[in-house]
């Protein structure tokens, strides 16, 4: 017993929350300083599954970082790739279709819809409530059902081009889209009753996990988790890109920084993503969904060029250094769950375990899209 | 009858009650598995046998050929001990429980004292285990399951002394004699305890507490504490850990059901009162059990301790100083007291 | 004043947890969603993009490859490989070997898009499991021929 008293003066003991633990969702290690159930400090050990991404665009052709980009955070993979193409195309000036854009804005609400029903489900069973888990799951396979019929695959979709998408949706995802938002519109009622109300649930998120605004900027968190934190900040709003600015939607901000209002966040984003979804359908235009003239070895000319969006855990950033030649100088990936982790150890000083794992669960971690 | 009859009775009712235990503990995994399924919409086991009924079987041979590993720091006495001291205590108490009229091993006059004695037992092998395992988490965990079952103790006896001043007795089958019909339940019998109802919904909380089952299940929370105080215990050590959860979870629902519920009196005139309706009732309640944890999320520490202390202490003593006004006001009211 | 609040709470939450209760009952009497899988499973939709596969001329049932490289060159893997030989007086070259290590196949389908004949195309394979890493080092050729011979029985 003598490991568990690490000073005779300081009754503190260490204990390594992962790299393999249920909470953690992955590899991630938090080397905790506990007092008794108290956290005196916590610090997130990265690199488990560092594999080295950046450095493999910079051995690839623009086109062949493609599927790499969408195994950052397989949750929200559209997003990601997203991010990608959005980048290269403002490097080597391709124009994209209209259609495509609609497409890609359509794609990329339903995997933010997915990702937060996964999100949704993991952190009620980080709680210790199984059963949601397995209710949102149920949505989310209609989801990846309706995704795989147009990308052909259900995780990496690895669906966006340069000036397009791989391939057009047909009436049968249109309709079954539809058809989707009207089931779930219908399931979130009890989600809400089941979760959000129960008085379990309120008592452990509720003023339990306070992030002020302040610590999001000085540690760069973005997303969900600092729009709970009060910070009205979305990329989609804030530096329009691809076809959002047409469409009528809210941003979600709440003001009380707790687990809850991150919570709370998600929630509502699922609801203002159909709406998107919803739109984008409505005008749905006619078209091409691939630019006509996309070189087949796209060799941008040499120069910085730095594109956002807004992914479902918060800003992906994607930096690119072309020296003229077909495959990237430098490759760098700005992500936001790297950033929202980083603010954990502040965060859960002087917190519960239990609490303190409800913290974890409340910023969405991915691990293999903080270690890249 | 005769002392060597009274031997026999009791090695018929030994091994009847550690094969009942052991059964249940198998079969009740089945029930909750398929439980959960259902309630998440799939199917559950379904693979061995018809309706997967001899997954427990299976189960139970791997947990019996596995082996039992012994960690390298853990006391090895302690570590070996626990999982009786978790199991013996249930199963003890099973010999004053009235499963009918005539099927109880022995009637005790202090029938009910003695269930929770053996009930404050099984916490004590749930620390030394914890705390044998030499493991971080199982000491935590061996901590949060002794401050719970503390916490959870007082409003449960409370609850009990106020059944007990109504009864008037001790003796399980007496209580459940005075319960012949259903209007004559104690969870219905306002005029001996206008709280009669929230007594008994007291009485499950706290017995859900004291078994460490969510949304208490603090003890064993998977997501903080990886297993537990069970986290070093494989094989059969486990397998005894989780027979105990078992038959602390019958014992609860079984007080509860004899002490509110009529134990084994029939609750429709037509149908006999028997040991069937003691486990129709029983295993109804067991299923409310698996319904609550399959829905609700976890609470913390400090929530418990405050459902505990500021809410469900307060109303166990508020029904107990109105249970005794009430027996003082009409005496004849209150059962047999 | 703090009393209502104390009792609004209680039977607010108490009320939160009969609503939870409801909920998950109503659930327990529904049908079951999941699929049984070993006994039944899905049948995978046209745009499923498994392993890859070579395509037959329908006509002749010889491969449509001309053994140009450019799947070999667009894969980001580098998993595909293939050889081919050019027989005396035939104008186009004929494939000898085409390999599919799929154990690092991150099936992106660039080899797909970039085919300009149309001559490989993806498996809907999805259940794959085996004993070894060789056994996911695919000769398409001999899938395809495999495949040829298959449908030939069949007829």
């Known amino acids: 017993m003598s490991e568990l008293a690490l000073s005779p003066n300081q009754e503190t003991f260490v204990l390594n929350l992962g790299p393999q633990h249920p909470a953690t969702h992955g590899v991630l290690r938090v080397k905790l300083v506990m007092d008794g159930e108290y956290i005196v400090s916590a610090e997130p050990v990265l690199g488990y599954i560092h594999r080295m991404h950046e450095k493999m665009g910079e051995n690839r052709t623009w086109a062949q970082f493609m599927p790499n980009t969408g195994r950052l955070d397989y949750l929200g993979a559209l997003s990601y790739n997203h991010g990608y193409v959005k980048a290269v195309e403002r490097a080597a000036g391709i124009e994209v279709p209209e259609r495509a854009e609609y497409i890609r804005v359509i794609t990329v609400e339903l995997n933010r819809i997915a990702s937060h029903l996964l999100w949704f489900g993991a952190f009620v069973l980080d709680l210790g409530g199984f059963t949601p888990l397995l209710y949102a799951f149920d949505d989310r396979e209609m989801i990846l059902d309706l995704l795989e019929s147009v990308t052909g695959a259900r995780l990496t979709f690895c669906y966006f081009r340069f000036g397009g998408v791989y391939n057009d949706i047909d009436d049968d995802f249109v309709t079954g889209t539809r058809e989707f938002i009207k089931r779930l519109r219908k399931r979130l009622p009890d989600y809400h009753n089941l979760v959000t109300k129960n008085i379990i649930m309120i008592k452990r998120l509720k003023d339990v996990g306070v992030i002020s605004a302040e610590m999001c900027r000085k540690y760069g968190a973005t997303g969900p988790v600092a729009r709970g934190s009060g910070i009205d900040y979305d990329v989609r709003r804030s530096e329009p890109y691809s076809v959002y600015p047409e469409f009528d939607f809210d941003i979600p901000v709440y003001h009380e920084g707790d687990s809850m209002a991150r919570y709370m966040v998600r929630m509502d984003e699922i609801e203002q993503s159909m709406r998107i979804v919803e739109q984008a359908l409505d005008r749905l235009p006619d078209g091409p969904v691939k630019a006509e003239k996309v070189p087949k070895i796209i060799k941008p000319a040499p120069g910085d060029y730095y594109s956002v969006v807004e992914a479902a855990r918060g800003t992906f950033g994607v930096r690119l250094v072309s020296d003229g030649t077909n495959t990237p100088y430098r490759l760098k990936l700005r992500s936001p769950t790297f950033s929202n982790l980083s603010l954990f150890g502040e965060a859960a000083r002087g917190m519960l375990l239990a609490d303190a794992l409800a913290l974890m669960g409340s910023l969405d971690l991915v691990i293999p899209e903080i270690d890249r | 009858m005769n002392a060597s009859t009274e031997v026999y009775r009791l090695i018929a009712f030994l091994v009847g009650l550690i094969a009942f235990a052991a059964l249940n503990a198998a079969y009740l995994v089945w029930l909750e598995r398929k439980v959960c399924g259902h309630i998440q919409r799939r199917i559950g086991p379904k693979e061995v046998g018809p309706y997967g009924l001899l997954q427990p079987i299976a189960d139970g041979i791997k947990l019996m050929t596995k082996q039992v590993m012994l960690p390298p720091q853990v006391d090895p006495v302690l570590f070996r001990i626990a999982p009786a001291l978790v199991l013996i205590p249930a199963v003890m108490s099973f010999v004053v429980i009235p499963f009918s009229e005539n099927l109880v091993a022995r009637e005790i006059n202090v029938g009910l004292l003695m269930v929770f004695a053996f009930a404050s037992v099984n916490v004590l092998g749930l620390l030394v285990g914890g705390w044998g395992s030499a493991n971080k988490y199982a000491v935590i965990s061996a901590a949060r399951c002794v401050s719970q079952n503390v916490a959870y103790e007082i409003p449960m006896l409370i609850t009990v002394i106020t059944m007990v001043m109504i009864t008037g007795t001790m003796n399980l089958n007496e209580i459940v004699m005075q319960q012949p019909d259903i209007t004559r339940w104690y969870v219905f019998r306002f005029t001996a305890s206008p709280l009669a109802p929230v007594a008994f919904i007291i009485f499950f909380i706290c017995s859900l507490a004291e078994t460490n089952r969510a949304p208490f299940d603090l003890g064993e929370a998977e997501s903080e504490l990886i297993a537990g105080f069970h986290t070093e215990y494989s094989g059969m050590g486990f397998g005894l850990f989780f027979m105990g959860e078992y038959a602390n979870i019958v014992i609860g629902t079984s007080l509860a059901t004899i002490l509110f519920l009529g134990g084994w009196q029939s609750p429709v005139p037509f149908i006999p009162g028997g040991w069937w309706w003691f486990l129709a009732k029983v295993y109804f309640l067991i299923f409310c059990v698996m319904w609550i944890r399959w829905t609700y999320p976890r609470t913390t520490l400090w929530g418990l301790l405050n459902l505990s202390w500021k809410i469900l202490i307060p109303i166990s003593l508020l029904n107990l100083l109105l249970t005794g006004g009430m027996l003082k006001l009409m005496p004849l009211a209150g059962g047999a007291g | ?155």
């Open chain 3, 1 to 155: 004043m703090i009393m209502g609040a104390y009792f609004k709470d209680l039977f607010g939450g108490f009320w939160s947890l009969i609503v939870g209760l409801a909920i998950t009952i109503k659930y327990f009497f529904q049908p079951v969603v999941t699929l049984q899988y070993p006994h039944e499973s899905l049948k995978m939709t046209p745009r499923f993009r498994g392993h890859i596969d070579l395509v037959a001329d329908p006509g002749t049932g010889e491969p449509l490859c001309i053994v140009c490289g450019m799947c070999q060159r667009s894969c980001p893997s580098g998993c595909i490989s293939l050889k081919g030989e050019k027989p005396e007086g035939a104008k186009k070259k004929v494939l000898t070997a085409y390999t599919l290590d799929f154990t690092r196949c991150s099936l992106c389908g660039l080899c797909v898009e970039s085919c300009n004949f149309g001559a490989i195309d993806f498996s809907k394979e999805y259940n794959l499991a085996g004993p070894s890493r060789e056994a996911y080092v695919f000769d398409l050729l001999k899938r395809l021929k495999d495949r040829r011979s298959n449908a030939d029985a069949d007829a």
